[in-house]
């Protein structure tokens, strides 16, 4: 559990991180919150020759309110994101999803940019980034640009971020009026990973579900949008009974993985049982 | 005596005598003022670290560790070659890559031939950092030609499975004990076989067969193991601080293993991050440790980390059992016969008593009246980490209770009868003690139906049937679990318990200081059991000195007299004993003394509250204090008194003691996800005196969230290839305070005949009699579904496979 020898670097700018980003060749790694860099240095399943410590980099910090959507800080920490005003209000699903990650003591240090940068499987946020439509704007050597969530998330712990760019911020589209919103994040302990995690935005109105949108954690290397649920929830009855066939197929086009927790034929039924209850819960119903 | 004794109150507020009273270790515990192995530091100290092998069975051709040596800061890698060649003065095998275990078989200290488990010590550098240290092992080259490993206990006893210790010329994976058997027995199997035979013959009587695993689980105390070892050239004194649960048990067998001068070893064993049995055994990184300091001349510090911890040290359980009970259909139990698979792992490295080869196992006829049984415990080598001990060891009496309360639940269902009713019917009665089990223990002393009852009355029992069968009508699935359990603890009367030769009594010190404080000087070792306190009390008791002015030393065998240590819930039984002994002796000694001051005879005095007086004139007294300093001053003693005031004893258990209890689990299961939530959790405990409750009831709590752990989550898996799944505590799952319910504990108090204050020892209970009572509540939760059985871990994703009534297998990662 001891890392192998690095250098550390702490830029305070966001031209100067990825300067020492562009030096370190392909061998260098950020730290944000290390909540998962670190584990993996010490495990030594990572050997950078540089660490480039973005916590003290100001123009990665904080969440505004940007008229019809909102952007936060890629080094703002799990806990100041769920207790921001403007998330709470805008986009209630992550902060409920982020509440429901790790502990106390990991959600003051572990950053929202630093969990999607990361893109674990497992990981609760990168389903609600999804589900949300959101954007992340990324900087590296040629300048800025953004990626929709839907193209970010690649692989295993794998996004389309070069080995050069940083992720600056991400942007979650404001929903509006007339949407219910519920993470449901099955554990085996209380502060545990999610065996499968669903993110789920609902629509109602006059008694209709008019529009849903679902993410699910851990049902893939990395995570899918449960598209026949979404559409067969357009229209449907907010009756128990529709959503649960609604959800039924939830485990459709998902890849789930067998692990010591659980084997693909339960995560796929997880999705399911999941699902039907996070639209229940998002849709009061 | 009952534990509400009103006993007075020392001017610092603490009882003087038995009651609550705040541990005074936790003082420096929770300022952060502990001292454990690892915060010490001696000057000019170096740091080890051990290669391990990744995998579970390889040929080793070849080691290169020409690499590793040139990286500056490296002073010397040694391998099992080097061990090898160094020639060992004892009968304890030739030469110093291997070393005895526990149990009389042999373990290698580094490979030399062959890896045996993954995680298996291969080579170990020592540097001038713990950086260092860990970066030259990458740079060890060796050359392995895997093999086949031999995961599966059955696998392992099939003909044609590969070899394990082909090194002690072995034709197939069984284990020899000592006395040369294969396999070992206890109680009556002739008539056993007839009981169980006769009922299958009448139609009056059910006979139930269940095979139920006791998966392997890691008691992953808080604190990994490791040591700081200093031989100094100069004396030829080897000081060795180490994670240790019995230091004089390990300094006697580093004299044998290395061949070194017993006088010139000493074992410290400081403060300890819970031991459950992890740090009974001696593992070869504390050897190497000592190799180090050699071969350097330099303290040399060895601490592992979480996942060495969880790989290599000892294991638990990993026992397979088949049991079949016989009963008439009215519920009288007839006979129990047990079969069992005990999976050794490589190296056969329990620590039992030398004549219990499979520990106190055959306990296993448990808390109810019937004169037929029998068990047959068969062990083998596998290719998996050694040890066996561990886990609130109890000498696997935890499987015990585990699986006779299985097998009376599966009776129950059986008979469709209520589990408590069935119990209730065959519980051995108040008038039966001292009773001889058919196995052979002698129970001292038990009100088992009193203790069911109060248990059953603090859980409201009928009323959560009520509830259940109102639930059950609507799509809910509660369970209700019961236990009874009885362990045989405090080993033991040294006319037949040993552990490698080395007897099982305690030896004690006390000594009052002129100024009437104390110190006393135990032979055993607390892990969190809180012996600074309780034994104080002890000693406040018997002589009336305030437990604040009671110094209790441990854990230091240069200041402590020979004992074997604290492990299977000794400690009470034996050393605690031995502190009320000693004690008596003391207050014997200040009669005599108290006499010669006062001008009368001993005879003409009377002991109370902590002072000897004239009888019928208590103002013409002696304080133990008073009497302390005169011992020590000028007054003219009788002949063959001698001065100052102190005494030694060695006690040695006339028996076991055999603490009880019933509990009772409340669980709710969620049929979509198999989630189960454990609501209540009822512990009724009888430990005999209590000497200081709060003290019980923390380790009752612990065992409690052990069991809960035991029963839901904890496991240490395997894949076919022999990799170790439970390597770290993202897969090795531990419960917290949010998956345990807030425990509703009782207690009643009967003390044990033999033991000089009545207490029985109480650390295991709750780790032997939990994780039966949440087992069978989520099966009495799934009933409906058909379910009669399921095996631990009870994982949601096994419970939703068992409500489908698909087979579940947990100790393979298998489909
Ligand atoms: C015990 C424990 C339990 C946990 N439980 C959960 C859980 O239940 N659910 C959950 O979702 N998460 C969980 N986490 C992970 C937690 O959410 C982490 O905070 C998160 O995964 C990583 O954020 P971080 O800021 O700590 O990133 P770091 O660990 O600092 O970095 C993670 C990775 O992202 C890269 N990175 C970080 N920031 C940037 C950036 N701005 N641009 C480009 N790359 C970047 C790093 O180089 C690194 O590769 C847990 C962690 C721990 C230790």
């Known amino acids: 559990m001891i890392p192998i020898a690095f250098d550390y670097v702490r830029p305070t700018t966001?031209?100067?991180?990825?300067?020492?980003?562009?030096?370190?060749?392909?061998?260098?790694?950020i730290l944000a919150g290390g909540q998962s860099l670190m584990p993996v240095l010490r495990l030594r399943m990572a050997a950078p020759s540089v660490v480039i410590d973005c916590s003290e980099i100001a123009d990665l910090q904080g969440v505004r309110d940007d008229g019809n959507s909102i952007v936060i800080g890629a080094g703002t920490t799990h806990h100041d994101v769920m207790n921001s005003p403007i998330v709470k209000e805008h986009s209630p699903l992550l902060a409920m999803a982020t509440a429901t990650v790790a502990d106390p003591a990991i959600r003051h240090r572990g950053t929202l940019g630093g969990a999607l940068a990361h893109a674990d499987p497992a990981g609760d946020l990168p389903a609600v980034a999804l589900a949300l439509d959101g954007v992340l704007s990324v900087t590296g050597p040629n300048g800025s640009r953004d990626i929709a969530a839907a193209d970010f998330f690649t692989d295993y712990f794998?996004?389309?971020?070069?080995?050069?760019?940083?992720?600056?911020?991400?942007?979650?589209?404001?929903?509006?009026?007339?949407?219910?919103?519920?993470?449901?994040?099955?554990?085996?302990?209380?502060?545990?990973?999610?065996?499968?995690?669903v993110a789920a935005a609902v629509h109602r109105s006059n008694g209709n579900i008019t529009a849903a949108r679902i993410g699910l954690t851990n049902m893939a290397p990395s995570p899918v949008r449960a598209s026949s649920?979404?559409?067969?929830?357009?229209?449907?009855?907010?009756?128990?009974?529709?959503?649960?066939?609604?959800?039924?197929?939830?485990?459709?086009?998902?890849?789930?993985?067998?692990?010591?927790?659980?084997?693909?034929?339960?995560?796929?039924?997880?999705?399911?049982?999941?699902?039907?209850?996070?639209?229940?819960?998002?849709?009061?119903? | 005596m009952t534990a509400v004794e009103e006993v007075p109150l020392s001017p610092a507020g603490n009882p003087i005598g038995f009651g609550n009273m705040k541990r005074v270790e936790d003082q420096r515990f929770v300022r952060?003022?502990?001292n454990y192995v690892d915060d010490v530091s001696l000057p000019g100290m170096v740091h080890g670290a051990i290669l391990r092998s990744p995998f579970a069975h390889a040929r080793i051709n070849g080691i290169d560790t020409s690499r590793a040596e040139q990286l500056p800061g490296v002073l010397a890698v040694i391998t099992g070659k080097v061990l090898e060649g160094i020639p060992r003065p004892d009968l304890l095998g030739d030469n110093f890559a291997w070393m005895p275990t526990l149990s009389y078989d042999t373990q290698a200290v580094l490979a030399t031939d062959k890896v045996r488990f993954q995680g298996q010590e291969v080579a170990f550098v020592i540097a001038t950092d713990r950086y260092i240290a860990k970066d030259a092992l990458e740079l060890i080259d060796v050359d392995y030609e895997p093999l086949e490993p031999v995961m599966d206990a059955k696998r392992a006893m099939e003909p044609g499975a590969p070899i394990i210790r082909d090194d002690k010329g072995q034709q197939d994976n069984s284990i020899t004990d000592v006395h040369g058997h294969k396999d070992w027995e206890s109680g009556n199997a002739i008539g056993t076989a007839e009981a169980i035979a006769a009922a299958q013959a009448d139609p009056d009587c059910v006979v139930v067969t269940q095979e139920v695993m006791y998966p392997r689980v890691h008691p992953a105390p808080m604190e990994t193991c490791g040591s700081v070892a200093f031989l100094d050239k100069v004396t030829g004194q080897l000081t060795l601080y180490t994670t240790s649960q019995a230091p004089h048990a390990h300094r006697t067998v580093y004299a044998m293993v290395a061949g070194l001068p017993e006088h010139k070893i000493r074992v410290i064993s400081p403060d300890i991050g819970g031991g459950f049995g992890n740090k009974v055994g001696i593992y070869p990184g504390y050897v190497l440790s000592i190799v180090g300091s050699i071969v350097t001349g330099k303290p040399v510090k060895w601490m592992e980390d979480r996942n060495e911890n969880l790989t290599s040290t000892s294991f638990a359980r990993d026992y397979h059992m088949t049991g079949t009970i016989a009963a008439t259909k009215e519920g009288k139990i007839l006979a129990v016969d047990v079969d069992v698979l005990a999976d050794h792992g490589a190296f056969n490295g329990v620590a039992q008593p030398t004549n219990y080869p499979a520990g106190f196992f055959h306990i296993f006829s448990g808390s109810y009246d019937y004169p037929n049984a029998h068990c047959k415990v068969t062990p083998v080598y596998t290719n998996k980490a050694p040890g066996g001990v561990a886990y609130a060891?109890?000498?696997?009496i935890t499987e015990a209770v585990y699986l006779i309360e299985r097998l009376v639940d599966c009776l129950a269902a059986e008979l469709g009868m209520d589990p408590a009713e069935l119990r209730l019917k065959n519980l051995l009665r108040p008038e039966q003690f001292p009773y001889t089990s058919p196995t052979g223990w002698v129970y001292d002393s038990g009100q088992y139906e009193n203790t069911m009852r109060l248990a059953l009355e603090m859980a409201d029992y009928d009323q959560l049937r009520r509830e259940q069968a109102e639930k059950r009508a609507r799509g809910e699935y509660m369970g209700i679990g019961l236990s009874f359990f009885t362990e045989g603890v405090g080993a033991g009367p040294r006319k037949d318990m040993d552990i490698l030769g080395l007897g099982m009594a305690d030896g004690i010190e006390l000594r009052v200081h002129p100024t009437g404080k104390a110190v006393l000087r135990l032979s055993v070792q607390s892990q969190g059991q809180a012996h600074e306190t309780t034994y104080a009390q002890i000693v406040a008791h018997e002589l009336g000195i305030p437990p604040e002015d009671i110094e209790v030393v441990h854990g230091d065998t240069d200041q402590t007299p020979f004992g074997l240590g604290t492990y299977g819930s000794r400690s009470t039984?034996?050393?605690?004993?031995?502190?009320?002994?000693?004690?008596?002796?003391?207050?014997?000694?200040?009669?005599?003394?108290a006499a010669a001051a006062l001008e009368c005879s001993p005879d003409d005095l009377e002991w109370q509250l902590g002072q000897w007086h004239v009888k019928g004139d208590p103002e013409r007294a002696k304080t133990i204090q008073e009497i302390a300093l005169l011992s020590h001053g000028s007054l003219e003693l009788p002949d063959g008194v001698e001065g100052h005031l102190e005494a030694t004893t060695v006690y040695n258990p006339p028996n076991l003691t055999y603490p009880y209890g019933c509990y009772v689990c409340v669980v709710d299961v969620d049929p979509g996800t198999g989630q189960v939530k454990v609501r209540r959790f009822i512990a009724v405990d009888d430990c005999g005196t209590r000497i200081n409750p709060m003290v019980v009831e923390g380790q009752v709590h612990g065992g409690i969230a052990d069991g809960i752990g035991m029963a839901l989550m904890e496991l240490i898996a395997f894949d076919e290839d022999g990799n170790c799944l439970g390597g770290s505590f993202m897969d090795y799952l531990l419960p917290t305070s949010m998956e345990c319910p807030d425990y509703e504990l009782g207690e009643t108090v009967t003390p044990s005949p033999h033991h000089p204050i009545g207490a029985k020892g109480v650390g295991e209970?709750?780790?032997?009699?939990?994780?039966?009572?949440?087992?069978?509540a989520v099966i009495d939760a799934i009933s409906p579904f058909g379910v009669r059985h399921a095996d631990m871990p009870l994982t949601p994703a096994n419970v939703w496979r068992a409500i489908q009534g698909r087979p579940v297998r947990v100790d393979m990662a298998v489909e």
């Open chain 1, 14 to 29: 966001i031209p100067e991180a990825v300067a020492a980003l562009v030096a370190s060749g392909e061998d260098g790694k």
């Open chain 1, 158 to 197: 794998t996004t389309s971020m070069a080995e050069d760019e940083i992720l600056v911020s991400v942007t979650l589209p404001k929903l509006g009026a007339g949407w219910g919103y519920h993470y449901e994040k099955f554990q085996r302990t209380a502060q545990g990973w999610a065996i499968v995690g």
């Open chain 1, 229 to 285: 649920v979404e559409t067969a929830l357009s229209g449907a009855d907010a009756t128990v009974k529709a959503v649960g066939d609604a959800a039924a197929s939830a485990a459709d086009g998902t890849r789930a993985t067998s692990d010591l927790h659980a084997a693909a034929d339960y995560r796929e039924h997880l999705a399911r049982v999941i699902t039907k209850r996070a639209v229940l819960t998002a849709g009061g119903i």
């Open chain 2, 32 to 34: 952060g003022h502990g």
């Open chain 2, 393 to 396: 060891c109890s000498f696997r």
């Open chain 2, 573 to 593: 039984p034996v050393s605690g004993a031995a502190a009320a002994v000693v004690s008596r002796k003391v207050k014997d000694k200040a009669r005599q003394i």
């Open chain 2, 765 to 776: 209970s709750a780790t032997v009699g939990s994780p039966p009572a949440v087992v069978n």
